[in-house]
Nanobody, 120 residues
């Protein structure tokens, strides 16, 4: 059974850096051909894809967020981490980590999501 669990602060001040970690169990983040993703949902809006780190360590980001987003991993802990700098209240959302598989990047497992509020 694959499980993903997000963790991190629920409140971040404007202009600071948001940092969330996804801990994966039941699967290795280095196994081909999985892509470990971050996705968010602002209040009252749809899902927004942020980016992923692939099984090889390669990363790919949404063009609209690329300049202030970084995804990294710790293979010894089977975790991957999202960092988003210079946050504003518009970054308030429920943040999810998820696993995508194969060339079509179909999502098969999701974390439960974690609320992040950007406010002073």
């Amino acid at each position: 059974q694959v499980q993903l669990q997000e963790s991190g602060p629920g409140l971040v001040k404007p202009s600071q850096t948001l940092s969330l970690t996804c801990t994966v169990s039941g699967a290795s983040i280095t196994t081909k051909y999985y892509y470990w993703s971050w996705i968010r949902q602002p209040p009252g809006k749809g899902l927004e894809w942020i980016g992923y780190i692939g099984y090889s360590g390669s990363t790919y980001y949404s063009p609209s967020l690329k300049s202030r987003t970084s995804i990294s991993r710790d293979t010894s802990k089977n975790q991957f981490t999202l960092q988003m700098s210079s946050v504003t209240p518009e970054d308030t959302a429920v943040y999810y980590c998820a696993r995508a598989v194969g060339s079509k990047y179909e999502y098969d497992y999701w974390g439960q999501g974690t609320q992040v509020t950007v406010s002073s």
